[in-house]
């Protein structure tokens, strides 16, 4: 019994490391997750980048925003300048790991995380379709949409 009690204890001791952090629902305090995903601080033009890439982020598929280059933009959701505007960053994190814990019936995919997802390439199981760094690159440009 003590052995098995020992492998029980490793097994959760792992499993921040196993799995994202979206795994962790303590790491939401409200409709917000306060703490930053990575130690490094983002950067406002990455997040640019993925949010206007068409291979990353995928944003202006359903999102319009401050793009001038961009020719096509969505209109299936706010624009970023609003969402931006009403959200504070920790807020726009919690939407960007996990939108569907916010409403069960959206349409924006879960960034940040692994499990309970539907229709998933064998390639990509067990994968985040954003890095951690890329989720605080992303928060980093929609904060500076605000000034």
Not at 9 to 37: C, H, N, R
Not at 117 to 142: C, H, M, W, Y
């Amino acid at each position: 019994m003590p052995m098995r009690s020992a492998l029980v204890i490793s097994l959760f001791l792992a499993l921040p490391l196993l799995y994202p952090l979206s795994v962790f629902p303590q790491s939401y305090s409200g409709d917000a997750i306060p703490e930053p995903l990575t130690q490094e601080a983002g950067n406002v033009m990455r997040g640019r980048a993925v949010v206007a890439s068409r291979q990353t982020g995928l944003c202006l598929l359903c999102h319009s925003g401050p793009f001038p280059e961009e020719r096509f933009q969505g209109n299936l959701a706010p624009d970023l300048l609003v969402s931006s505007a009403r959200l504070s960053s920790p807020q726009l994190r919690a939407r960007l790991v996990d939108a569907s814990r916010f409403n069960p019936n959206t349409i924006m995919p879960a960034y940040f995380r692994v499990n309970h997802l539907n229709r998933v390439a064998p390639q990509f199981t067990g994968k985040t379709i954003l890095s951690a760094q890329e989720i605080e690159d992303v928060i980093s440009f929609l904060a500076s949409l605000k000034q």
